[in-house]
């Protein structure tokens, strides 16, 4: 069952998920972070990292938010994997608390 | 000079060679520092609970050790195994050895109930039987008595859950698996029917993870059981769903509010899923001629106590008792102490601050670390340990300029290890030919690998004469 990092991480990029990670799966562009199913082991320790709960269990994705299932399949093999925390993009935190967090 | 400079580089001894281990090696050896890093591990197996404590029926668990195999492979990197620290070398030798001594191994022991009858022969710990299973040398020789029909496991963590499943599924869902023979076939013979798993505080604050308790309900010959009145919550864990904290808590509601509802199918097995209750004693029954044998547990129900998130289970004096053969405790994981090493008994820890290991009036020892489960208790999943351990790397890296004492020569320098003395060292690459043994062993009966169960077995695969003439293949 697939783990999914949707569009609330889009603008935030915290990246607290990769350094739990234990397969190294996260892949990212310099506006998001994607997972690489192939790779993932579904063991869910990023979940609970993640500031703004970017991430999910596909059984626990809102119907609004299953695009995302193609979107992590498509790009996270194509970028370059990421294994270190980064800063967060500016505006992070403003983003952070306009999605309520 | 400091330690990690181009011509002085900083040695380091990690004493353990499981996921805290490997993620330790794996900052030290991205730190962009010339660095050398020896692993020390007491079996001639690396790998350490991703190995001998995740279930066999959950190989993407195991994954993990692609990337501590990548690791391995670093020229910095070396794997000493079939060396135990505190007896084949002392913690004093390897800190005159090294610059720094990082340990990650782990919480070995269990704890225990600390009741009546604990040790009558029925009752066992879950590290035991997880390690038994798993092919761990140190418990290849236990037996445990699968004639019987009801087993009761007390605790209600993943560990529990894999003890719960394992006794609960059928030989064909196992069979594929890299479970040890020797269980495999105990397993094939099993009579238990019912198993018990008791858990202390209600449904609302069980630790599991909602994905390995889903688990129960999938399998083949093994229903789940669940008492709707179990799932009267009080208001304060009312609460603790409604909260945002509470996301794993609802999800594990409903699963239950799952198993609670559906239609029970005629299976072989069946699994009591029981909340709000604490063993208080274990009894044999002198009067069935099995004098001296576990017969049965006393259970006393719990009510929930304090505020949401920090309710407590407290006796309510009513009591029952429930007639079992078989028991597991599983109610958290200590560490063993090592000679040399301040140790904390009562957390089971060695005591640290920011992953340094400090003294009893808790000042940090210099060159002494800690991380993984030894460092912080046993909470957590594999990746935990991956941020954890970095922490521990961070600080270790903080501190070279008052690391600096000059030169080291790692493994080189333990007298214990020299030629022709101590214990036969288990390189990685002697690892890689009983990995590859027992690959090919498990092959033919179609599981991932066949584990060698005994120390000797391994190392016989080493040091054997090439022969003459090229196999045929």
């Given at each position: 069952m697939p783990t999914i990092v949707t569009g609330n991480c889009e603008r935030c990029r915290f990246t607290d998920c990769v350094t739990v990670c234990p397969v190294a799966c996260f892949h990212a562009d310099d506006q998001m972070l994607y997972i690489d199913n192939n790779v993932c082991i579904d063991c869910g320790a990023c979940i609970p990292t993640c500031p703004v709960q970017a991430i999910y269990e596909e059984a626990d994705l809102p119907n609004e938010l299953r695009v995302w299932i193609a979107i992590n399949a498509e790009r996270a093999p194509n970028l370059p994997s990421i294994t270190e925390k980064e800063e967060p993009l500016p505006g992070a935190e403003a983003r952070k608390a306009d999605l309520g967090f | 000079m400091t330690a990690g400079s181009d011509q002085h580089p900083l040695w380091v001894a990690i004493v353990g060679s499981g996921p805290s281990g490997f993620y330790a090696a794996e900052g030290l050896l991205k730190s962009g520092r010339p660095v050398r890093v020896d692993m020390f591990e007491r079996?001639?197996?690396?790998f350490g609970l991703v190995r001998h404590?995740?279930?066999?029926?959950?190989?993407?668990?195991?994954?993990p050790i692609r990337i501590y195999d990548r690791i391995a492979h670093v020229d910095e990197f070396r794997l000493l195994g079939n060396v135990t620290v505190?007896?084949?070398?002392?913690v004093e030798e390897l800190r005159a050895a090294y610059h720094a001594v990082l340990f990650c191994c782990g919480a070995e022991t269990d704890r225990r109930l600390g009741i009546p009858g604990e040790d009558l022969p029925g009752s066992h710990t879950a590290t035991e039987f997880v390690g038994w299973y798993n092919a761990h040398p140190d418990y290849r020789d236990r037996e445990f008595d699968l004639s019987q029909e009801v087993a009761v496991i007390i605790g209600q963590g993943n560990v529990a859950i894999d003890v719960c499943r394992i006794l609960a599924k059928t030989v064909d869902e196992l069979?594929?698996?890299?479970?040890a023979a020797h269980a495999l076939e105990c397993l094939a013979a099993s009579r238990i029917r019912e198993i018990h798993l008791i858990g202390r505080r209600g449904p609302a604050q069980a630790k599991f993870t909602t994905k390995e308790f889903r688990e129960l309900g999938e399998l083949a010959d093994c229903d789940p059981v669940v008492d709707p009145a179990d799932l009267e919550l009080n208001p304060e864990s009312l609460a603790e769903l409604e909260d945002r904290a509470g996301s794993v808590a609802r999800k594990n509601l409903d699963v239950l509010k799952g198993f609670a509802s559906r239609p029970a199918r005629p299976t072989r097995r069946r699994v009591f899923l029981r909340f709000l209750l604490s063993p208080v004693e274990l009894r044999d029954d002198a009067q069935s001629g099995d004098g001296g044998r576990l017969s049965q547990v006393v259970l006393e129900r719990n009510r929930l106590e304090g505020g949401p998130f920090r309710q407590t289970a407290r006796a309510t004096g009513e009591r029952l008792t429930l007639k079992c053969g078989l028991l597991f405790r599983s109610i958290g994981y200590k560490g063993v102490a090592i000679p040399g090493v301040p140790f904390d008994p009562r957390q089971g820890v060695f005591p640290s601050r920011d992953g340094r290991i400090v003294d009893e009036a808790g000042a940090a020892i210099p060159g002494l670390y800690a991380a993984g489960w030894i460092k912080r208790?046993?909470?957590?999943?594999?990746?935990?340990n991956r941020a954890d351990s970095m922490a521990t790397v961070n600080s270790l890296l903080a501190d070279l300029p008052i690391l600096d004492t000059g030169p080291k020569p790692g493994a080189e320098g333990l007298a214990g290890l020299g030629p022709g003395q101590g214990p036969r060292v288990v390189s990685y690459a002697d690892w890689l030919v009983i990995d590859g043994a027992e690959v090919q062993r498990g092959a033919s009966k179609g599981k991932p690998r066949e584990k060698f169960t005994r120390v000797a077995e391994m190392l016989r695969l080493l040091d054997r004469p090439l022969p003459r003439e090229p196999t045929e293949l």
């Open positions: - | 079996l001639p197996a690396p404590g995740v279930a066999p029926d959950h190989p993407k668990l195991k994954e505190g007896r084949d070398v002392s069979k594929h698996t890299d479970i208790g046993p909470t957590g999943i594999i990746g935990t």
